[in-house]
């Protein structure tokens, strides 16, 4: 099974690129393909947003394309920064960048103050049938950084059971709490369950 995933995150890839290898999903990607994905994020939700990037890549490959959209949503700064999470200290902003903007907001927010969540839809794009997955995690934003694995605010995202930062876990652990490896888990379930008897494909 073949889909192309609406991207040009390359850490996006390698998480989904864990969780769907083993199912025997080959993901293509557009910068990998020498496709030319440039496209402005113009919904108002992560759901418009998701389907904005899925579509656009469907109309040039008419293959089967997922797509993603993930925010960081915190309850101290009214979901800020929600749908701009990448591009949150500007238009060009790296992680470390969005990651220092957002310490600066909350700095002297104590820490029962700073709870946030992520969320993430994924978009699965088939031309004729369109379906929407999500997934969701609680914890908390942290007043420093701590760890270096994962990307964008992992480090500074804190998972209360494990009493560790997305930043201080492995990628496989990451992917079995995430946002991100729900969504994906709620796409697989849907095929188990339209494809019947467990065989997804």
């Known amino acids: 099974m073949i889909w192309?995933?609406?991207?040009?995150?390359r850490d996006k890839l390698k998480?989904?690129?864990?969780?769907?290898?083993?199912?025997?999903?080959?993901?293509?990607?557009?910068?990998?393909e020498n496709i030319l994905f440039d496209i402005s994020e113009t919904g108002k939700t992560l759901r418009e947003n998701s389907l904005i990037k899925?579509?656009?890549l469907y109309k040039i490959v008419k293959k089967p394309?997922?797509?993603?959209?993930?925010?960081?949503?915190?309850?101290?700064?009214?979901g800020t920064p929600g749908i701009f999470s990448s591009r949150f200290a500007g238009e060009k902003s790296s992680y470390l960048e969005n990651r220092k903007k957002l310490l600066r907001l909350l700095e002297g927010v104590p820490f029962h103050k700073r709870a946030a969540k992520f969320k993430t839809v994924i978009c699965l794009y088939m031309g004729?049938?369109?379906?929407?997955?999500?997934?969701q995690v609680h914890g908390f934003i942290t007043s420093e950084e701590r760890g270096d694995s994962g990307?964008?605010?992992?480090?500074?995202f804190l998972y209360p059971p494990l009493g560790k930062t997305f930043g201080e876990i492995p990628l496989h652990l990451k992917n079995r709490i995430s946002h991100r490896g729900k969504a994906i888990r709620a796409l697989l379930d849907f095929l188990k369950k339209s494809h019947g008897k467990g065989n997804i494909f």
């Open 151 to 156: 990307f964008g605010y992992d480090p500074i």
């Open 128 to 135: 004729n049938e369109i379906q929407f997955f999500e997934g």
């Open 65 to 78: 394309v997922i797509s993603d959209d993930t925010g960081l949503f915190v309850d101290h700064l009214d």
């Open 4 to 9: 192309y995933l609406a991207s040009t995150n």
């Open 15 to 32: 998480e989904f690129q864990d969780i769907l290898n083993p199912y025997g999903v080959e993901l293509k990607f557009p910068l990998y």
């Open 54 to 56: 899925a579509e656009y």
